[in-house]
């Protein structure tokens, strides 16, 4: 636990270490924030409810995944894959730690970061301007839970997509398809409520909707008794099953590792 703590501190300080890189991504989060705010409100001009949610519940929606975009990191993330391209890959297996462990331990540092200077400016930005709604204690203790299995829901995801680069000699195409289906079937491009009942409950059902709509669903207390329980065991199991996939995908990678150049 003291190795994967030493680690986790890495994560936060490497970020730390930009501090206007923050401040830029806070500023532009909070751009589009007021951007898709304003045309979910127009939505709501000829109706007061769409898939359960009224216009309080959408403009907090909007402000709190966009709080959240870095900090479970939706977006493409190529360090591992790079690692594997350049083949630094071989150092990291030469290490006495799980190539795996040590960037979930990175992950689970860098993302209290993000959540507090990139994430929680945006939205206290927007809870000026909007009518925002507010957990009760014990949904906004769920919400810390959820958004910390979320964290490791879309790690697992990543690790994943990345590790496609141990069989392809150009990964991009696969990270960009990759992000394309998580910010898609996650509730980061609309809310999963708005869809049609069978495609929202296959979005549900996926590990994807355990990254954004399911945090934001328990902040806005949509998910209550049986149902909260059954939503944050929904994505326990989706982030150990993707660590355990991914731990194959390495271990199946690493019988015979060949690096560029010899």
């Not at 109706?47 to 900090?71: C, E, N």
């Not at 991914?246 to 019988?255: D, N």
């Amino acid at each position: 636990m003291r190795l994967d703590w030493e680690i986790a501190k890495r994560g936060w300080r490497r970020y730390a270490a930009y501090p206007w890189a923050t401040v830029a991504g806070a500023f532009t989060n909070t751009i589009f924030g007021f951007l898709l705010a304003y045309i979910l409100l127009a939505v709501y001009r000829s109706r007061t409810d769409v898939g359960g949610f009224d216009a309080g519940d959408a403009v907090t929606y909007v402000w709190l995944s966009q709080s959240m975009i870095m900090t479970v990191y939706i977006f493409s993330w190529w360090e591992l894959a790079w690692r594997i391209r350049d083949g630094s890959i071989t150092t990291d297996l030469l290490r006495p730690l799980n190539p795996q462990r040590y960037w979930l331990a990175f992950d689970l540092g860098r993302a209290p970061y993000h959540f507090l200077f990139r994430g929680l400016p945006p939205f206290v930005l927007g809870a000026l301007v909007f009518d925002l709604r507010y957990p009760s204690p014990l949904d906004a203790l769920a919400f810390v839970l959820s958004l910390t299995l979320a964290v490791v829901v879309s790690f697992g995801f990543r690790f994943i997509y990345n590790s496609v680069a141990f069989w392809l000699l150009d990964f991009r195409g696969i990270i960009t398809l990759s992000t394309t289906i998580i910010v898609f079937f996650s509730g980061m491009a609309i809310p999963l409520r708005f869809m049609p009942p069978v495609l929202r409950d296959i979005c549900y059902a996926l590990p994807f909707g355990s990254v954004i709509q399911t945090p934001v669903d328990i902040w806005l207390g949509k998910r209550e008794g049986a149902a909260l329980l059954g939503m944050l065991a929904l994505q326990l199991f989706w982030a150990l099953a993707l660590l355990a996939i991914g731990q194959f995908v390495l271990q199946r990678a690493t019988r015979k590792v060949v690096v560029q150049g010899g």
